[in-house]
């Protein structure tokens, strides 16, 4: 899949041991939030320099869905999606606690460079499938981060739904799909691997 990437949508605090954890009130819709296209890095083993002066950067591991289609009303996950991948949602956790208490958008802590790097996407198995296995992310060779996506709070259907009606969802679009409990710092000389079913999907070291 080698198609340019337009839209980033993301789904913040979707994994209810998650939102527990930094002690953030669970949703009663999706809470969707935007990262610049430019905020994509590929995570293939690659050195991802990262601001090392704006306070502490935390990593979320999630599955990342790809859009091969339009989306038109009633149409399905399994229709739309043609592929899947993990990848890290880094963010500038300092920064986010300042905005969150001027009321001020989260872009300056979510949508730097390198803040979204997505592993090589995988042909979209079906959501069946994706709930049969566990993604995980793992900081130094100790796994941190464990997810099922029967575990979110609002599901792959639910999500494609309400991205496509209040924002729209077309051909190149990604959805970084919210992470399960886990979170923390991730510091210069850090290394990260991804993987789905055991089965290693992407990796990086921080710079």
């Known amino acids: 899949m080698n198609r340019s990437i337009q839209n980033v949508y993301c789904v913040g605090r979707n994994y209810r041991l998650h939102a527990a954890e930094l002690g953030n009130a669970v949703p009663d819709e999706p809470m969707i939030f935007l990262k610049p296209s430019h905020a994509v890095a590929a995570l293939d083993g690659r050195e991802l320099p990262l601001p090392a002066d704006r306070g502490e950067v935390h990593f979320e591991g999630e599955l990342v869905l790809s859009v091969g289609r339009t989306?038109?009303?009633g149409m399905k996950v399994d229709e739309l999606i043609d592929g899947f991948a993990l990848g890290i949602d880094f963010t500038l956790r300092d920064v986010q606690s300042v905005l969150k208490q001027k009321g001020?958008?989260?872009?300056?802590?979510?949508?730097?460079?390198?803040?979204?790097?997505?592993?090589?996407?995988q042909p979209f198995p079906g959501t069946a499938e994706l709930e049969k296995y566990e993604f995980t992310l793992a900081k130094n060779g100790e796994e941190l981060q464990r997810g099922n996506i029967r575990d979110m709070i609002f599901s792959l259907q639910e999500i494609v739904d309400y991205v496509a009606e209040h924002y729209g969802l077309g051909e190149g679009d990604i959805i970084f799909t919210g992470t399960p409990a886990g979170v923390g710092p991730a510091v210069k000389g850090d290394t990260f691997e991804l993987a789905w079913k055991d089965e290693k999907l992407g990796s990086c070291r921080i710079g």
Do not use: C, L, Q
Request: avoid cysteine; glycine fraction near 4%; proline fraction near 14%.
């Open 104 to 121: 001020h958008p989260w872009t300056a802590a979510k949508g730097f460079k390198n803040s979204a790097p997505v592993s090589a996407f």
């Open 71 to 73: 989306y038109e009303p």
